[in-house]
């Protein structure tokens, strides 16, 4: 019985149907290039003072924080660098 529950507790799927759509969605996947980014500016590397930040960025992480995080930390980059150029 008790082989009958670890089997059914860790083997126990899920299929997903479907995903919630637009509507709900609170990520998106794709973006601009990680290569075409000076990952210590945010830089453009393709056109000159041209910044990157968030979810406009090929970067995509669960829900968690870390999508919060990267825009937070890109976005203080990409500002501090741009108010060099200044
Ligand atoms: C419902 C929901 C729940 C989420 N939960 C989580 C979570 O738990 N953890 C996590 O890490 N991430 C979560 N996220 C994702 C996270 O919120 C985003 O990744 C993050 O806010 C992206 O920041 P951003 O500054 O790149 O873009 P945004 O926060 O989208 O900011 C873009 C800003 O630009 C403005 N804008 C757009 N067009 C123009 C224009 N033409 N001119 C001027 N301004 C313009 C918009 O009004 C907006 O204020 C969630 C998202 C949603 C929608």
Redesign the pocket.
């Known amino acids: 019985m008790r082989g009958r529950l670890e089997l059914l507790l860790c083997e126990y799927s899920f299929p997903v149907e479907r995903v919630g759509g637009y509507k709900?969605?609170?990520?998106t996947a794709g973006g601009v290039s990680l290569q075409e980014i000076s990952p210590k500016t945010m830089e453009s590397k393709i056109v000159k003072n041209l910044y990157f930040?968030?979810?406009?960025i090929d970067i995509d992480?669960d829900?968690?924080?870390?999508?919060?995080?990267?825009?937070f930390s890109t976005?203080f980059l990409a500002g501090r660098s741009a108010g060099k150029i200044l």
Not at 53 to 56: D, N
Not at 63 to 71: D, S, V
């Open positions: 709900i969605a609170m990520v930040t968030g979810e406009v992480g829900t968690g924080g870390y999508n919060l995080q990267a825009a976005g």
